[in-house]
């Protein structure tokens, strides 16, 4: 049974347009870390970075006392860490983050150089919530004429192609919309009023736009319609129609292993598919010898390669009794049609 959609974060809204199941059945899970949790390399740096931030303009302290400050911030955060090894967590952290250096530099630059609204007051990790959109604003400055909101991001801002830049990410953009939305309808600031900063934490890019207040309108009724929807299916207890099966958003998903219109899809386009595939009994052989799997598929073979034996052996039974077998996480061979088994590789009967 899966819950209703009763409010989405702005930085939810992509995801949930990508893919409504998805989006409905990672809402429906618990979360909570409890009081400890391992280290993920990839998040830690971006979370300590808007800790150091937020102190930073709550207290506005001297900026000489930054590596101080630093430090302090991540002897905190470094607390609620398991480490499978015994090495000294602050010193794991260091070495293996990436680029932990270079963005604590810039982090510094960013707050030495990064001009407040004048005459503003400032509310860092500012909460604010309209209807059915609520969110957590990384710097938000008001004066009397004008708001600024300001949303720090570890990662690149701008989509590239051939070395050039051509655009915003997209995630970024609808997620400052989102803030701008709320902000417009909670605050009576005219829309030109308001004005959104995407802020680059690795390499000081920094993108600033205004909406009008069509977009706001346009924005708030979109929101409205998705919620509308999403939660009409699952009334309706059709919720495989909320599905999009697309490599970008499956390849990864949590949900693979229950997601039928995934299935359908790896059965009738296996060529969309690098990462996953569905045995089937009638165009499934095993190589012994090699350890490998062959499928045809629309008069083409498609091989699996470097099948640990326990596992092939496992997939054979499974197969030979006439079960579809799904297997995700593989690695496909530049230019070719066969797929390597990875140490992340999984499969499982659907």
Known sequence: MINKIE??????????????????LDSNISVGRGYSHELNINSFLGSLIHKVLETYYKEIYDLKLFDY?????????????????????????????????????????????????AGGIIYPEKKVHYKNVYGIIDLYEISDDKIRITDFKTGILFNTEDGMNIGVKEAYIEQLKTYGYIIYQTTGFQ?????????????????????????????????????NETNTLIDL??????????????????????????????????EKWEKIVLLEKINTSF??????????????????????????VMIKKRNELGKEVLITQLFQVHNSNVKKWSKLTKYIVV
């Not at 934490?201 to 919620?227: A, R, W």
């Not at 059709?238 to 790896?266: E, G, M, R, W, Y």
Request: glycine share 2%.
């Open 7 to 24: 409010k989405i974060s702005p930085s939810m809204l992509v995801s949930f347009e990508k893919c409504k199941l998805k989006f409905s």
């Open 69 to 117: 400050k630093w430090e302090a911030s991540l002897i905190e955060m470094s607390k609620y860490l398991r480490l499978e090894s015994e090495d000294d967590v602050l010193e794991y952290i260091k070495y293996w983050v990436p680029a932990y250096y270079p963005k604590k530099i810039n982090t510094l630059k960013i707050l030495t150089n990064y001009k407040l609204l």
């Open 191 to 227: 829309a030109q009023n308001i004005e959104l900063v995407i802020k680059g934490l690795g390499n000081n890019e920094i993108y600033s736009f205004n909406c009008t207040h069509e977009e706001y309108v346009e924005h708030g009724i979109k929101i409205d319609n998705l919620i």
């Open 237 to 270: 207890g059709n919720t495989n129609l909320l599905a999009t099966p697309k490599a970008d958003i499956c390849d990864f998903c949590n949900h693979q292993f229950k997601c039928p219109a995934l299935h359908f899809s790896v059965r009738n386009q296996l």
């Open 287 to 312: 190589d012994f010898k090699e350890l490998s799997i062959n499928i045809i598929v629309n008069d083409k073979t498609v091989s699996i390669h470097n099948i640990p034996e326990k596992d092939f």
